[in-house]
C-alpha cells in the first residue's frame, strides 16, 4: 500500500504523478484526508471534488477517507486536535502492515496544517523505525517572496536533495485540467493556478524528498513564515502542538479505524 496523507481537499494537486505512478506499479493506494475542509465552503463539495479527481487518478473510492470529518479534525484547526490525528493514524498503520511507502505534506511553512500533517507522520514513523518509507511533497511556502506573494511546488534545499522525475507533456496537460476540478476553491485556486501552470510548463519535474525528524525542531525556513504572514498560526503555537504530537494517544478503538 502507498499512503496518501493530506491535510485538506485538493492537497493532491502536489502528488498528481506519484498518485497514478504508485497505482500502476501495482501499489494499492490510499488517501486520507485529515481534516474537514470547512473553513472555506461546504465539505461535502469539498469531498465530491477530490473524490472526482482521484477516481479519474484510478484511486478506489473505498481508498479515499475523509477522517477529518469522521473525527472532528476542523480546517485550519489541526493544531487543537494533534493527539486525535496521532492516535487514528498509529492505529491505521497497526492496522494496515502492508503500508510499503507513505506521502506527507511538505515541511515549508505554507499553511500549519500542511506542517503538522507532516511532523505527526514523521514522528509516528519514525518510532517504528519506518522512516525510510516517508517522503515529501511541496505545496507552497513564502520564502524569499514578499507581502503575500508565494512560491508554488517548490522544495526547500533545507529538507534535503530533491529526487526528481520528468512528467511528460500530455500528463503535465492532463494534471492542469484536472486542478481546474476544484470550483468550491476558485478564490485560492485563482492565485494558485497561474503559478502551477508556470511550474508544468517550464520543465515540469515530480519533486520529491526524503524527511528527517530533526527539522520538525527548525523552522521550515529563515524569515517570516507563510501563515504567519497570513494570520492563520504563529510558529510558538505550532511549535506547541508539535510537542503534543510527541505524545501518543490513548484512542485506539476499532471504532475509530475505518476497515477495509
Given at each position: 500500500?502507498?499512503?496518501?496523507?493530506?491535510?485538506?481537499?485538493?492537497?493532491?494537486?502536489?502528488?498528481?504523478?506519484?498518485?497514478?505512478?504508485?497505482?500502476?506499479?501495482?501499489?494499492?493506494?490510499?488517501?486520507?484526508?485529515?481534516?474537514?475542509?470547512?473553513?472555506?465552503t461546504d465539505?461535502?463539495?469539498?469531498?465530491?471534488?477530490?473524490?472526482?479527481?482521484?477516481?479519474?487518478?484510478?484511486?478506489?473510492?473505498?481508498?479515499?477517507?475523509?477522517?477529518?470529518?469522521?473525527?472532528?479534525?476542523?480546517?485550519?484547526?489541526?493544531?487543537?486536535?494533534?493527539?486525535?490525528?496521532?492516535?487514528?493514524?498509529?492505529?491505521?498503520?497497526?492496522?494496515?502492515?502492508?503500508?510499503?511507502?507513505?506521502?506527507?505534506?511538505?515541511?515549508?511553512?505554507?499553511?500549519?496544517?500542511?506542517?503538522?500533517?507532516?511532523?505527526?507522520?514523521?514522528?509516528?514513523?519514525?518510532?517504528?523505525?519506518?522512516?525510510?518509507?516517508?517522503?515529501?511533497?511541496?505545496?507552497?511556502?513564502?520564502?524569499?517572496?514578499?507581502?503575500?506573494?508565494?512560491?508554488?511546488?517548490?522544495?526547500?534545499?533545507?529538507?534535503?536533495?530533491?529526487?526528481?522525475?520528468?512528467?511528460?507533456?500530455?500528463?503535465?496537460?492532463?494534471?492542469?485540467?484536472?486542478?481546474?476540478?476544484?470550483?468550491?476553491?476558485?478564490?485560492?485556486?485563482?492565485?494558485?493556478?497561474?503559478?502551477?501552470?508556470l511550474r508544468?510548463?517550464?520543465?515540469?519535474?515530480?519533486?520529491?524528498?526524503?524527511?528527517?525528524?530533526?527539522?520538525?525542531?527548525?523552522?521550515?525556513?529563515?524569515?517570516?513564515?507563510y501563515y504567519?504572514?497570513?494570520?492563520?498560526?504563529?510558529?510558538?503555537?505550532?511549535?506547541?502542538?508539535?510537542?503534543?504530537?510527541?505524545?501518543?494517544?490513548?484512542?485506539?478503538?476499532?471504532?475509530?479505524?475505518?476497515?477495509?
Amino acid at each position: 500500500m502507498a499512503l496518501f496523507l493530506f491535510a485538506h481537499q485538493d492537497d493532491e494537486f502536489g502528488v498528481f504523478a506519484r498518485l497514478e505512478s504508485e497505482r500502476l506499479a501495482g501499489r494499492r493506494v490510499c488517501c486520507v484526508f485529515v481534516t474537514d475542509g470547512a473553513a472555506t465552503t461546504d465539505p461535502d463539495q469539498r469531498d465530491a471534488e477530490s473524490l472526482t479527481v482521484l477516481r479519474q487518478l484510478g484511486v478506489a473510492t473505498d481508498d479515499i477517507l475523509f477522517i477529518g470529518r469522521q473525527l472532528n479534525i476542523c480546517d485550519g484547526r489541526l493544531h487543537l486536535s494533534v493527539n486525535v490525528l496521532v492516535g487514528w493514524l498509529d492505529a491505521f498503520r497497526d492496522a494496515h502492515p502492508e503500508i510499503e511507502a507513505c506521502f506527507v505534506p511538505a515541511w515549508e511553512g505554507g499553511h500549519p496544517d500542511h506542517d503538522l500533517v507532516h511532523a505527526i507522520a514523521v514522528q509516528l514513523f519514525e518510532t517504528h523505525d519506518q522512516l525510510a518509507m516517508v517522503r515529501q511533497f511541496p505545496l507552497y511556502h513564502g520564502h524569499n517572496c514578499p507581502g503575500p506573494l508565494f512560491r508554488v511546488l517548490s522544495p526547500l534545499p533545507e529538507n534535503g536533495p530533491v529526487e526528481q522525475r520528468i512528467i511528460g507533456w500530455r500528463d503535465r496537460l492532463r494534471y492542469l485540467r484536472l486542478c481546474l476540478a476544484y470550483p468550491s476553491q476558485w478564490r485560492t485556486w485563482v492565485g494558485l493556478f497561474p503559478l502551477v501552470c508556470l511550474r508544468y510548463l517550464c520543465g515540469c519535474v515530480e519533486q520529491l524528498q526524503r524527511v528527517d525528524s530533526r527539522r520538525l525542531s527548525e523552522l521550515p525556513h529563515s524569515g517570516r513564515l507563510y501563515y504567519e504572514r497570513r494570520a492563520f498560526l504563529d510558529w510558538p503555537t505550532l511549535r506547541s502542538a508539535l510537542q503534543s504530537a510527541a505524545k501518543p494517544s490513548p484512542m485506539k478503538s476499532d471504532s475509530e479505524i475505518r476497515e477495509f
